[in-house]
T-cell receptor, first 116, second 116 residues
Framework: NAGVTQTPKFQVLKTGQSMTLQCAQD?????MSWYRQDPGMGLRLIHY???????DQGEVPNGYNVSRSTTEDFPLRLLSAAPSQTSVYFC???????????????FGDGTRLSIL | AQSVAQPEDQVNVAEGNPLTVKCTYS??????LFWYVQYPNRGLQFLLK??????LVKGSYGFEAEFNKSQTSFHLKKPSALVGDSALYFC??????????????FGIGTKLQVIP
């Protein structure tokens, strides 16, 4: 049971570099989201998707792009990395539809990103 | 706007003693509330949820939570703490309305330290 898989687990970037954080889920969940976790700030929503081809911004979207071409995958792209984007990034998924709103999210184990 | 507050950054409790991790919420209508636990270098794991019905909700690993509408609280409890319960705990609330987008708001987290 893979659940939500995030790659890579760790990454160090230089300021200005770009990269893509991968997220894949095998539970056929329609709803997927990206969060960043920073000390004292809990989890903040970056972007989310309610299905293939549909994405929208969360509360801290600046500097990040997403796309959702399949139900399974929801990559997060950093366009030009900045030190302020040093954080731990979590991908989560949950079902939507009838009863979906009652269901908890399933989280990956995170990507720890440092930007120098 | 909905919000979830965890007033304690850290809770220390002796092994074998009861523990409480506090959460208060501000969500319009009837809230959907969740507790998650995060162990080091791992993603969040679902513990329990309140949707409707009985105010005392039982979850994984012996945890339970009490929903109190008049105090707008959803405190996490366990009768006897274990050293292995030491982790970061997050309370989360979901707006039950607003169509298919199930926005979840997380508290900032409470670190639970169980002392042997």
């Amino acid at each position: 049971n893979a659940g939500v898989t995030q790659t890579p687990k760790f990454q160090v970037l230089k300021t200005g570099q770009s990269m893509t954080l991968q997220c894949a889920q095998d539970m056929n969940h329609e709803y997927m989201s990206w969060y960043r976790q920073d000390p004292g700030m809990g989890l903040r929503l970056i972007h989310y998707s309610v299905g293939a081809g549909i994405t929208d911004q969360g509360e801290v979207p600046n500097g990040y792009n997403v796309s959702r071409s399949t139900t399974e995958d929801f990559p997060l792209r950093l366009l030009s990395a900045a030190p302020s984007q040093t954080s731990v990034y979590f991908c989560a998924s949950s079902p939507t539809g009838t009863g979906g709103r009652y269901q908890p999210q399933h989280f990956g184990d995170g990507t720890r990103l440092s930007i120098l | 706007a909905q919000s979830v507050a965890q007033p304690e950054d850290q809770v220390n409790v002796a092994e074998g003693n009861p523990l409480t991790v506090k959460c208060t919420y501000s969500v319009s209508g009837n809230p959907y509330l969740f507790w998650y636990v995060q162990y080091p270098n791992r993603g969040l794991q679902f513990l329990l949820k309140y949707i409707t019905g009985d105010n005392l909700v039982k979850g994984s690993y012996g945890f339970e939570a009490e929903f109190n509408k008049s105090q707008t609280s959803f405190h996490l409890k366990k009768p006897s703490a274990l050293v292995g319960d030491s982790a970061l705990y997050f309370c989360a609330g979901r707006d039950p309305g607003a169509g298919g987008y199930q926005k979840v708001t997380f508290g900032i987290g409470t670190k639970l330290q169980v002392i042997p």
